[in-house]
Structures are given as structure tokens and as C-alpha cells.
């Protein structure tokens, strides 16, 4: 009986491109992508799975659930733009928890809706997000009477909308102190 040699596979090895991406920019992912792939065309990137795994590898541990065992596989034939598509999805996301963190200790507490609306504004500086999801996490923070009035005004800038905000405030503010004040003096004509 003759003796085999075992057969030997040579699996085909890509490795990221010999420059380094500039860091990940969470606050703008669109442009970061505009930028990465500038970078992958001025250094002669032009293999997706070379293009995938610099993203890979720029990538913080954030967005580590964007990255999939099967982008690896040889079946996927587009990994760089399915990574891709992913981090831009997941990027909403992103910009709503960003948003939640920045205005955090925001609220009607100390002022007015159109107060508010302005530090809002103040916190997020430079930065640029969706206006929608802005004027979501702007309406949330109001109170749910004042929501329920809003939603008649949804096709109103939202500068208008705190403007109204800030009447439906004031005339739920001064009913209510009509109500504990008429309370108040009933109480008093009991007593005596």
C-alpha cells in the first residue's frame, strides 16, 4: 500500500493596506467613509476584503457588532460594503445615544421651552445631526400634555414649535394656579 501525503491548503492571505486609516469619527461617519475612501484610492486599495479589514481594524470596540464572522468568509463577495451599510445603520442609532447623553441634565426645570430648545443647541456646538431626530429628543423632553398639543403644529419650525410650547406652558401654569388657588380658599372657608 502506497503511503499518502497529507494535502496541504494554502489559504489566500489579505492583509490591510500597509497605511493606517485616520481614527474613527463616530460624530460624522459619512465623511469619515468619504475620507477612508480617498485614502483607498490615493494608496491603490482597490480589493473590497483589503478595504474591509482597514475598516476592521479602525474600527472602536463600539461598533465591534457591525463586524460579522460570515464578512469573512470567501462567499461574501462585497465585505467592505456590507460592513459599510452597517456601521451607517447602526450610525443612527449612534447619534440618538449621543444625543440622549448631551442632554442628559436638560430640562423645563429652570426655563422656558424655547430656553431649552436654545441650550440644546448650545450643547451640541458644531456638531452636526439629523434635525428630526433633534426635534424628537427636543419634543420628549416636554411635558405629554404639552406633546399632545404639539403634534397639530408637526409642519412648524421648530423655533415656532418652542414658541407655542412656551404659551401652552404658560396657560396650563397659570390654570393650575387658578385651581390651587380656588382649592386654597375653599379650604380656608372650611376652617372657618
Known amino acids: 500500500m502506497a503511503e499518502q501525503t497529507p494535502k496541504v491548503h494554502k489559504l489566500k492571505t489579505l492583509s490591510p493596506p500597509s497605511f493606517q486609516l485616520m481614527p474613527f469619527w463616530p460624530d460624522n461617519i459619512e465623511a469619515w467613509f468619504c475620507y477612508t475612501e480617498a485614502d483607498f484610492s490615493e494608496h491603490g486599495v482597490i480589493d473590497t ?48 445615544q449621543s444625543l440622549d447623553q448631551l442632554f442628559n441634565n436638560i430640562d423645563l426645570h429652570y426655563g422656558s421651552a424655547t430656553d431649552m430648545l436654545q441650550r440644546m443647541r448650545e450643547v451640541i456646538g458644531l456638531r452636526t445631526f439629523d434635525e428630526g431626530l433633534f426635534e424628537q429628543l427636543f419634543l420628549s423632553k416636554l411635558p405629554q400634555q404639552v406633546q399632545a398639543v404639539l403634534v397639530s403644529f408637526q409642519n412648524n419650525a421648530l423655533d415656532e414649535l418652542a414658541a407655542s410650547a412656551d404659551r401652552i406652558l404658560e396657560i396650563t401654569k397659570s390654570s393650575t394656579t387658578e385651581v390651587f388657588s380656588v382649592k386654597e380658599n375653599l379650604t380656608r372657608l372650611r376652617m372657618t
Do not use: H, W
Open 49 to 96: 476584503r483589503a478595504q474591509f479589514l482597514a475598516v476592521v481594524k479602525a474600527l472602536p470596540c463600539e461598533f465591534n457588532r457591525c463586524v460579522t464572522p460570515s464578512m469573512f468568509t470567501s462567499d461574501v463577495a462585497e465585505p467592505y460594503e456590507i460592513l459599510k451599510r452597517s456601521i451607517l445603520n447602526r450610525g443612527d442609532l449612534t447619534d440618538r
